[in-house]
Protein backbone atom coordinates (compact mmCIF):
# COMPACT_ATOMS: atom_id res chain seq x y z
CA UNK A 1 0.00 0.00 0.00
CA UNK A 2 0.79 3.52 0.17
CA UNK A 3 1.38 6.12 2.99
CA UNK A 4 1.40 10.10 1.36
CA UNK A 5 2.08 12.78 3.95
CA UNK A 6 1.02 16.41 3.45
CA UNK A 7 0.73 19.29 5.75
CA UNK A 8 -2.67 19.88 6.84
CA UNK A 9 -2.91 23.70 6.55
CA UNK A 10 -1.31 26.31 4.89
CA UNK A 11 -1.55 30.10 4.85
CA UNK A 12 0.65 32.63 2.49
CA UNK A 13 0.07 36.56 1.35
CA UNK A 14 -0.88 37.58 -2.24
CA UNK A 15 1.85 37.75 -4.72
CA UNK A 16 3.79 35.74 -2.46
CA UNK A 17 5.54 31.98 -3.20
CA UNK A 18 4.40 28.91 -1.47
CA UNK A 19 5.39 25.77 -1.22
CA UNK A 20 3.34 22.37 -0.49
CA UNK A 21 5.21 19.46 0.35
CA UNK A 22 4.52 15.92 0.43
CA UNK A 23 6.18 12.45 1.37
CA UNK A 24 5.10 9.23 -0.09
CA UNK A 25 5.97 5.74 0.86
CA UNK A 26 5.31 2.79 -2.18
CA UNK A 27 6.22 -0.18 -3.21
CA UNK A 28 5.83 0.38 -6.71
CA UNK A 29 5.95 4.06 -7.93
CA UNK A 30 4.22 4.76 -10.92
CA UNK A 31 3.44 8.51 -10.88
CA UNK A 32 2.25 11.53 -8.75
CA UNK A 33 -0.64 13.96 -9.42
CA UNK A 34 -1.26 17.35 -8.16
CA UNK A 35 -4.89 18.14 -8.04
CA UNK A 36 -6.47 21.57 -6.38
CA UNK A 37 -9.77 21.36 -4.82
CA UNK A 38 -12.10 24.45 -4.32
CA UNK A 39 -14.53 23.58 -1.76
CA UNK A 40 -17.50 21.90 -2.36
CA UNK A 41 -16.04 21.10 -6.26
CA UNK A 42 -14.45 18.79 -7.94
CA UNK A 43 -10.38 18.65 -8.00
CA UNK A 44 -8.52 19.59 -11.39
CA UNK A 45 -5.80 18.45 -12.81
CA UNK A 46 -2.68 20.38 -11.88
CA UNK A 47 0.35 18.43 -12.74
CA UNK A 48 2.07 15.07 -13.63
CA UNK A 49 5.18 13.92 -12.50
CA UNK A 50 7.01 10.21 -13.29
CA UNK A 51 11.03 11.40 -13.97
CA UNK A 52 12.66 13.50 -11.34
CA UNK A 53 12.83 16.99 -11.54
CA UNK A 54 10.97 19.86 -12.08
CA UNK A 55 7.74 20.23 -14.00
CA UNK A 56 6.89 24.16 -14.57
CA UNK A 57 3.21 25.31 -15.88
CA UNK A 58 3.10 29.22 -15.40
CA UNK A 59 2.46 30.07 -11.64
CA UNK A 60 2.65 26.25 -10.58
CA UNK A 61 5.47 23.96 -10.90
CA UNK A 62 6.21 20.53 -9.35
CA UNK A 63 9.00 18.46 -8.41
CA UNK A 64 10.20 14.89 -7.51
CA UNK A 65 12.58 12.93 -6.14
CA UNK A 66 11.85 9.14 -6.56
CA UNK A 67 14.75 8.22 -4.31
CA UNK A 68 14.13 10.87 -1.62
CA UNK A 69 9.78 9.49 -1.80
CA UNK A 70 9.06 13.24 -2.00
CA UNK A 71 7.38 15.84 -4.81
CA UNK A 72 6.56 19.43 -4.10
CA UNK A 73 3.79 21.51 -5.27
CA UNK A 74 5.20 25.36 -5.94
CA UNK A 75 2.87 28.21 -6.64
CA UNK A 76 4.53 32.03 -6.87
CA UNK A 77 2.43 35.00 -7.53
CA UNK A 78 0.13 33.81 -5.42
CA UNK A 79 -3.61 35.18 -6.11
CA UNK A 80 -6.48 34.83 -3.47
CA UNK A 81 -8.38 32.48 -5.88
CA UNK A 82 -5.51 29.72 -4.90
CA UNK A 83 -7.32 29.26 -1.73
CA UNK A 84 -7.82 25.75 -2.23
CA UNK A 85 -7.39 22.57 -1.31
CA UNK A 86 -4.09 20.62 -2.93
CA UNK A 87 -3.98 17.01 -3.26
CA UNK A 88 -1.31 14.84 -3.89
CA UNK A 89 -1.85 11.68 -4.96
CA UNK A 90 0.30 8.34 -6.49
CA UNK A 91 0.07 5.95 -8.52
CA UNK A 92 1.58 2.56 -7.51
CA UNK A 93 2.24 -0.35 -10.07
CA UNK A 94 1.00 -2.83 -7.19
CA UNK A 95 -2.16 -1.56 -7.83
CA UNK A 96 -4.41 -2.91 -10.83
CA UNK A 97 -5.50 -0.18 -13.49
CA UNK A 98 -5.10 3.73 -13.07
CA UNK A 99 -5.64 3.31 -9.46
CA UNK A 100 -5.02 7.02 -7.62
CA UNK A 101 -4.27 6.87 -3.83
CA UNK A 102 -4.79 10.33 -2.90
CA UNK A 103 -3.09 12.01 0.46
CA UNK A 104 -5.02 14.32 2.66
CA UNK A 105 -4.88 17.31 1.21
CA UNK A 106 -3.41 20.48 2.14
CA UNK A 107 -5.65 23.74 2.80
CA UNK A 108 -4.03 26.73 1.62
CA UNK A 109 -5.68 30.32 2.89
CA UNK A 110 -4.26 33.56 0.60
CA UNK A 111 -4.54 36.22 2.54
CA UNK A 112 -4.31 40.02 1.06
CA UNK B 1 -12.36 19.75 -23.91
CA UNK B 2 -12.12 18.01 -20.45
CA UNK B 3 -15.55 17.71 -19.20
CA UNK B 4 -17.01 14.83 -17.33
CA UNK B 5 -20.78 15.75 -16.45
CA UNK B 6 -22.95 14.81 -13.23
CA UNK B 7 -26.40 14.87 -11.90
CA UNK B 8 -28.12 15.66 -10.01
CA UNK B 9 -25.84 18.13 -8.56
CA UNK B 10 -27.34 17.28 -5.48
CA UNK B 11 -29.65 14.72 -4.24
CA UNK B 12 -31.51 14.10 -0.55
CA UNK B 13 -32.55 10.24 0.20
CA UNK B 14 -34.06 8.40 2.52
CA UNK B 15 -32.49 5.14 3.50
CA UNK B 16 -35.79 3.31 1.93
CA UNK B 17 -35.45 4.87 -1.29
CA UNK B 18 -33.74 3.81 -4.66
CA UNK B 19 -31.77 6.42 -7.03
CA UNK B 20 -29.28 6.81 -9.33
CA UNK B 21 -26.06 8.90 -9.98
CA UNK B 22 -25.41 9.41 -13.59
CA UNK B 23 -21.69 10.42 -15.32
CA UNK B 24 -21.43 11.20 -18.43
CA UNK B 25 -18.05 12.12 -20.40
CA UNK B 26 -17.16 12.37 -24.51
CA UNK B 27 -13.71 12.92 -24.73
CA UNK B 28 -13.77 9.12 -26.05
CA UNK B 29 -12.14 7.83 -22.78
CA UNK B 30 -12.21 4.69 -22.11
CA UNK B 31 -11.55 3.94 -18.13
CA UNK B 32 -14.04 5.90 -15.97
CA UNK B 33 -14.35 6.04 -12.36
CA UNK B 34 -16.18 6.22 -8.99
CA UNK B 35 -15.15 8.07 -6.07
CA UNK B 36 -16.57 8.88 -2.53
CA UNK B 37 -15.64 11.97 -0.61
CA UNK B 38 -16.12 13.11 2.69
CA UNK B 39 -15.90 16.40 3.83
CA UNK B 40 -12.39 17.61 4.75
CA UNK B 41 -11.02 14.16 3.62
CA UNK B 42 -9.46 13.15 0.03
CA UNK B 43 -11.45 11.12 -2.47
CA UNK B 44 -11.70 7.32 -1.78
CA UNK B 45 -11.81 4.90 -4.87
CA UNK B 46 -14.88 2.94 -5.37
CA UNK B 47 -15.59 1.53 -8.92
CA UNK B 48 -12.84 1.69 -12.07
CA UNK B 49 -14.45 0.55 -15.46
CA UNK B 50 -12.47 -0.26 -18.08
CA UNK B 51 -13.86 -1.06 -21.88
CA UNK B 52 -17.20 -1.21 -20.16
CA UNK B 53 -15.91 -3.60 -17.71
CA UNK B 54 -15.76 -3.47 -13.70
CA UNK B 55 -12.13 -3.69 -13.17
CA UNK B 56 -11.99 -2.50 -9.55
CA UNK B 57 -14.40 -2.90 -6.75
CA UNK B 58 -12.67 -1.40 -3.55
CA UNK B 59 -14.87 -3.60 -1.44
CA UNK B 60 -17.77 -1.51 -1.59
CA UNK B 61 -20.91 -2.35 -0.04
CA UNK B 62 -23.78 -3.91 -2.23
CA UNK B 63 -26.16 -1.35 -1.50
CA UNK B 64 -23.66 0.78 -4.65
CA UNK B 65 -24.07 -1.02 -7.74
CA UNK B 66 -22.80 0.58 -10.68
CA UNK B 67 -23.83 -0.07 -14.36
CA UNK B 68 -21.81 1.27 -17.42
CA UNK B 69 -24.26 1.40 -20.44
CA UNK B 70 -21.91 2.18 -22.81
CA UNK B 71 -18.47 4.15 -23.06
CA UNK B 72 -19.54 7.43 -22.15
CA UNK B 73 -21.77 6.71 -19.38
CA UNK B 74 -21.69 5.40 -16.07
CA UNK B 75 -24.20 5.61 -12.99
CA UNK B 76 -24.42 4.71 -9.82
CA UNK B 77 -27.75 2.87 -8.45
CA UNK B 78 -28.23 3.48 -4.82
CA UNK B 79 -30.53 1.41 -2.57
CA UNK B 80 -30.86 1.00 1.14
CA UNK B 81 -28.19 4.13 1.97
CA UNK B 82 -27.29 4.65 5.27
CA UNK B 83 -26.46 8.27 6.97
CA UNK B 84 -22.62 7.44 7.07
CA UNK B 85 -23.06 7.03 2.99
CA UNK B 86 -23.62 11.16 2.83
CA UNK B 87 -20.78 12.28 0.38
CA UNK B 88 -19.66 14.06 -2.33
CA UNK B 89 -19.56 11.33 -5.21
CA UNK B 90 -16.94 11.96 -7.61
CA UNK B 91 -16.70 10.45 -11.38
CA UNK B 92 -13.63 10.70 -12.89
CA UNK B 93 -12.48 9.48 -16.84
CA UNK B 94 -9.03 8.68 -18.37
CA UNK B 95 -7.84 8.03 -22.17
CA UNK B 96 -7.51 4.50 -20.42
CA UNK B 97 -6.92 2.63 -17.29
CA UNK B 98 -3.21 1.66 -18.29
CA UNK B 99 -0.19 3.96 -17.63
CA UNK B 100 0.77 7.89 -17.57
CA UNK B 101 -3.15 8.47 -18.02
CA UNK B 102 -4.56 11.26 -16.14
CA UNK B 103 -8.17 10.97 -14.69
CA UNK B 104 -10.65 14.23 -15.08
CA UNK B 105 -13.27 14.71 -12.32
CA UNK B 106 -16.79 15.80 -12.74
CA UNK B 107 -18.59 18.19 -10.53
CA UNK B 108 -19.71 15.49 -8.29
CA UNK B 109 -23.46 14.93 -6.62
CA UNK B 110 -23.26 16.04 -3.32
CA UNK B 111 -25.44 13.19 -1.38
CA UNK B 112 -27.39 13.39 1.60
CA UNK B 113 -28.86 9.92 3.10
CA UNK B 114 -31.33 10.83 6.29
Known amino acids: GQNIDQPTEMTATEGAIVQINCTYQTSGFNGLFWYQQHAGEAPTFLSYNVLDGLEEKGRFSSFLSRSKGYSYLLLKELQMKDSASYLC?????????????FGGGTRLMVKP | DTEVTQTPKHLVMGMTNKKSLKCEQH?????MYWYKQKAKKPPELMFVYSYEKLSINESVPSRFSPECPNSSLLNLHLHALQPEDSALYLC?????????????FGPGTRLLVL
Open chain 1, 89 to 101: AVRDLDNAGNMLT
Open chain 2, 27 to 31: MGHRA
Open chain 2, 92 to 104: ASSQDSGDQETQY
